[in-house]
C-alpha cells in the first residue's frame, strides 16, 4: 500500500524556520516527481515547491528564496526547509506526486504568527 506521511508543522513567529518531512511508504520518491502543496482556510490547495527524479527544482514566487525543497533517497523521503515564515505561509502542508495521483495524507499543520 502507498502512501506519504508529512511531518514537522508547528507554530512559529514571522521570521522563523521549519523543516517539513514527507516519507514516502510503497513508493520509491526519488523516481518520481514529488511535490509540496498547502492549503489555507477557504482556499484551495496549491503546489509551493516541486523536485524532479533528477533533482530539478521549481517553487511558486511567493516563496522563491525562503522555501527549500530536497529529498534523502535513503530515508526515501522529501523535505521542505522554510525560512523566513510569514503570516501568510499558515496552512496545512502535504506532499504527493505533482499530479496529486496518490492518497493525500493528512498533512502537517504550520501556523505563522506573533
Known amino acids: 500500500q502507498v502512501h506519504l506521511v508529512e511531518s514537522g508543522g508547528g507554530s512559529v513567529q514571522p521570521g522563523g524556520s521549519l523543516r517539513l518531512s514527507c516519507a514516502g511508504s510503497g513508493i520509491d520518491v526519488s523516481r518520481n516527481y514529488m511535490a509540496w502543496y498547502r492549503q489555507a482556510p477557504g482556499k484551495q490547495r496549491e503546489m509551493v515547491a516541486r523536485i524532479t527524479n533528477l533533482g530539478g527544482a521549481w517553487y511558486r514566487d511567493s516563496v522563491k528564496g525562503r522555501f527549500a525543497i530536497s529529498r534523502d533517497n535513503i530515508e526515501n523521503t522529501v523535505y521542505l526547509q522554510m525560512n523566513r515564515l510569514d503570516p501568510e505561509d499558515t496552512a496545512v502542508y502535504y506532499c504527493?506526486?505533482?499530479?496529486?495521483?496518490?492518497?493525500w495524507g493528512q498533512g502537517t499543520q504550520v501556523t505563522v504568527s506573533s
Open positions: 504527493n506526486t505533482i499530479f496529486g495521483t496518490l492518497a
